[in-house]
């Protein structure tokens, strides 16, 4: 198992921009495929974003694509979400994943950190 720890949550006004982080412990690390996903309330978990093992293919929900960027840094065990021109509708609890390879479904993904907040005000 590896542990995931996600940070880099909070409130932004619409258009704006945030940088979600996420720190690996555990098992190594280059062994995952990574995957951020999404909750509002009242609502099921959505696929937002993922990365292969190597970071050399990535994998986009269609609603943030072109807006969202997932990255991975081996020499820091972390994986990132860098999310620009934010929406009210982006608002709801990321979760950081790791997983045997890359997918949109949660059920591929072992491993989960707690959870960080991000909420867009309009």
């Known amino acids: 198992q590896v542990q995931l720890v996600e940070s880099g949550g909070g409130l932004v006004q619409a258009g704006g921009s945030l940088r979600l982080s996420c720190a690996a412990s555990?098992?190594?690390?280059?062994?995952?495929?990574m995957g951020w996903f999404r909750q509002a309330p009242g609502k099921e978990r959505e696929f937002v974003a993922a990365?292969?093992?190597?970071?050399?293919?990535?994998d986009y929900a269609n609603s943030v694509k072109g807006r969202f960027t997932i990255s991975r840094d081996e020499a820091r065990n972390a994986v990132y979400l860098q999310m620009n021109s934010l929406k009210p509708e982006d608002t709801a609890v990321y979760y950081c994943?790791?997983?045997?390879?890359?997918?949109?479904?949660?059920?591929?993904?072992?491993?989960w950190g707690q959870g960080t907040q991000v909420t867009v005000s309009s």
């Open positions: 994943a790791a997983g045997i390879r890359i997918s949109k479904s949660p059920a591929d993904f072992g491993s």
């Open positions: 555990g098992r190594s690390f280059w062994s995952f495929a």
């Open positions: 990365i292969t093992r190597s970071g050399s293919s990535t």
